[in-house]
């Protein structure tokens, strides 16, 4: 999607609809700026043979009442697409209908469902929902696809979150695992893999992650669970993406995060017989401007039924274990964004300053500014530069001939240095691009031969105690 716009909490669908299969994203629409979400639901698509060819298809559904609309979802049933929609900021849960994956929506209906719902149509028709905020429930619909059958409602399936914004929930959890390290905060997402039901959600962490450079309270984790039911007997799963950008290794063996994480919210989907994890990472210096993002992801069921999900690795060919997958730039570009075309700085997925402290969020205090200006040619930059920053980008794809030269489009407000590093952000460096304060613009030759697929960083260094420049664009040449 352009950087313009801001799609979180992004739930996945693939539809065959006119004879054509495509893959559509529904979630809430960052509009307000100054609050989450806005006040309709958008539609993004692309075809399934290609994800880097998004199309948009406009409003798909306005709000009823005035209210902001949190987290959607949408499923088919038959030749009928059933929307659901999280009206007063996802207090109230209406259920509307179109007979096209793009909408309209109409008549909505109220349900009985709650925040964050996501609801799975099974192999046999029957369809259950799942929803919750701190408190996680589940339950089998009626054929009205809105209210809950006699007799289904499971209360709590899986450890939930006790937490200041859920105090009313206090003593709620009866097997003693308040703040349990995989406890159910939010966003709620079921699939069916490999027969197994599998519920994704939103971790709130209570105990350091110290290899994911995490020690504090942290619920950037996209998460699962799976079972042999619909509604019970969930089982550990593990943790899909993370949204705190790329892990820098430490010689201890701990990590740090390298961008600022927030809230997440997404889901798996199998697309043209590969699996991708769609989900969302923070723009701005707040959580009102989210981006939609998505990374290949690895799937696999061992000889036990254990679901993996995320960077597996195997053992003689089994699965034996799983972390999340990186978070980088290149999105639906796998084989790496095209180096040799102009990069907005607003797809770096690593921001960090060398003077950082290792624990707590180790992303710098620069930014990328959120833009909404609907223009093909808008570019997010980076702002609040000082020195010491170093911006990453991971991947991008040199081809099969070396570049010469990187240019990079850069407001200079002292005079900085800014070295261009190859694969890691304390490699080597293959550029050097020097400018004086009030310069825009500055080329340089790369001096390293660079083919095929690498990580790009740009580290800038000034003698200037304050804010040093602004980072538009780049490309190599």
């Given amino acids: 999607m352009p950087l313009w716009e801001h799609v979180p909490d992004g739930e996945p669908r693939v539809f065959e609809y006119g004879g054509e299969k495509r893959v559509y994203v529904y979630g809430s629409h960052d509009t307000m700026r100054t609050q989450y979400c806005g006040k309709d639901y958008v539609v993004w698509s692309a075809p399934v043979d290609d994800l880097t060819d998004w199309s948009y298809h406009g409003t798909c559904y306005k709000t009823s009442d005035g209210s902001v609309l949190y987290a959607p979802d949408v499923v088919q049933k038959g030749d009928t697409f059933y929307l659901y929609s999280a009206e007063q900021k996802g207090s109230c849960v209406y259920v509307s209908e179109s007979k096209s994956p793009t909408g309209p929506f109409i008549n909505p209906r109220k349900t009985d469902l709650g925040f964050d719902p996501g609801v799975l149509v099974d192999d046999d028709g029957r369809v259950y929902a799942y929803w919750g905020f701190c408190a996680c429930y589940c339950c089998e619909l009626n054929e009205d696809m809105a209210t809950i059958r006699e007799g289904t409602l499971h209360v709590h399936p899986m450890d939930h979150t006790i937490c200041p914004a859920s105090e009313s929930d206090a003593g709620q959890d009866t097997d003693g695992h308040i703040g349990a390290e995989d406890a159910f905060f939010e966003a709620s997402s079921p699939r069916k893999v490999f027969g197994k039901y599998v519920y994704i959600y939103s971790k709130r962490y209570f105990t350091p992650v110290p290899e994911l450079g995490v020690y504090t309270e942290n619920n950037g984790f996209l998460s699962y669970k799976y079972s042999d039911s619909p509604l019970e007997g969930f089982q550990p799963g593990g943790d899909i993406s993370f949204n705190g950008g790329e892990i820098l290794k430490n010689p201890d063996g701990t990590g740090t995060m390298s961008y600022r994480w927030g809230n997440n919210h997404g889901s798996i989907m199998e697309i043209n017989g590969k699996w991708y994890v769609f989900y969302h990472r923070q723009t701005g210096t707040d959580e009102y401007s989210r981006q939609a993002m998505l990374e290949p992801v690895d799937v696999a069921m061992d000889q036990n039924g254990k679901i993996y999900i995320g960077d597996i690795t195997y053992e003689d060919g ?160």
């Fill in 318 to 477: 089994e699965p034996v274990s799983s972390k999340p997958v990186e978070m980088t730039s290149q999105g639906a570009h796998i084989n790496g964004l095209d180096a040799y075309k102009l990069i907005s700085a607003g797809y770096a997925c690593h921001l960090t300053d060398r003077r950082q402290q290792k624990e707590g969020s180790a992303a710098a205090k620069a930014y990328i500014r959120p833009v909404y200006e609907q223009e093909d040619t808008v570019s997010a930059p980076i702002v609040e530069i000082t020195d010491g920053v170093t911006a990453g980008y991971r991947y991008l794809q040199f081809g099969a001939n070396a570049p010469k030269t990187v240019t990079a489009f850069i407001q200079a407000k002292a005079d900085l240095t800014v070295n261009v590093r190859m694969d890691d952000y304390r490699g080597k460096i293959c550029a050097m691009l020097h400018m004086k304060a009030g310069e825009s613009q500055a080329t340089a030759e790369v001096i390293t031969g660079m083919i095929g697929k690498h990580a790009v960083y740009f580290e800038f260094l000034s003698e200037s105690e304050s804010v040093i420049a602004e980072f538009e664009q780049f490309t190599f040449d």
